[in-house]
């Protein structure tokens, strides 16, 4: 199976009488096949459980998932171009968010558990990876970040340490 782009034209003469055709054809299977492999790969994250934000080496972000809407109830439009520092509201420190951004540059990931906001401004504990991704040269160029939300479950483990805690 090959895919094909064909262009043709009609061959005139002098006097404007079409004599024949002119065509060209080119192969474009593999046009095709980086096109059904990119469709396939935007697919796969937009329809993640997790979030999947994709920020420029100043964390501005150029990509916020389905599941990134749900987690934060910001939707796409609303984050796009924004810093994703003030979108998340991560809660650490200046020295810390420093650190993590050097050993981000220094490792090119980094992940760890942490407490971010809603777009409402409720909590949300999410065990966060983050990738720094570089060009042929070692230049950033991209910074993805996957997000696991573990409220619920964080929730749950506070239920019942408050339940043994009132047993005991």
């Given at each position: 199976?090959?895919?094909?782009?064909?262009?043709?034209?009609?061959?005139?003469?002098?006097?404007?009488?079409?004599?024949?055709?002119?065509?060209i054809t080119r192969d474009i299977t593999d046009r095709k096949a980086h096109e059904l492999q990119l469709r396939?790969?935007?697919?796969?994250?937009?329809?993640?459980?997790?979030?999947?934000?994709?920020?420029?080496?100043?964390?501005?972000?150029?990509?916020?998932?389905?599941?990134?809407?749900?987690?934060?109830?910001?939707?796409?439009?609303?984050?796009?171009?924004?810093?994703?520092?003030?979108?998340?509201?991560?809660?650490?420190?200046?020295?810390?968010?420093?650190?993590?951004?050097?050993?981000?540059?220094?490792?090119?990931?980094w992940q760890a558990e942490v407490v971010q906001h809603h777009k409402d401004g409720h909590k949300l504990y999410?065990?966060?990876?983050?990738?720094?991704?570089?060009?042929?040269?070692?230049?950033?160029?991209?910074v993805i970040a996957v997000n696991h939300d573990m409220t619920d479950r964080k929730r749950s483990e506070e239920?019942?340490?408050?339940?043994?805690?009132?047993?005991?």
């Amino acid at each position: 199976f090959t895919w094909a782009l064909s262009n043709k034209v009609p061959l005139r003469n002098l006097n404007g009488d079409i004599i024949g055709l002119v065509g060209i054809t080119r192969d474009i299977t593999d046009r095709k096949a980086h096109e059904l492999q990119l469709r396939y790969q935007a697919t796969l994250q937009q329809n993640m459980s997790d979030a999947v934000i994709v920020t420029d080496p100043t964390f501005k972000i150029k990509s916020w998932n389905k599941a990134a809407e749900r987690i934060y109830g910001w939707t796409a439009e609303e984050v796009l171009g924004n810093n994703s520092v003030e979108v998340l509201r991560t809660e650490i420190s200046d020295e810390t968010r420093a650190y993590i951004t050097q050993q981000l540059y220094d490792q090119s990931w980094w992940q760890a558990e942490v407490v971010q906001h809603h777009k409402d401004g409720h909590k949300l504990y999410i065990w966060g990876s983050i990738t720094l991704i570089k060009d042929e040269n070692g230049v950033p160029f991209s910074v993805i970040a996957v997000n696991h939300d573990m409220t619920d479950r964080k929730r749950s483990e506070e239920a019942l340490r408050d339940s043994e805690e009132k047993y005991r």
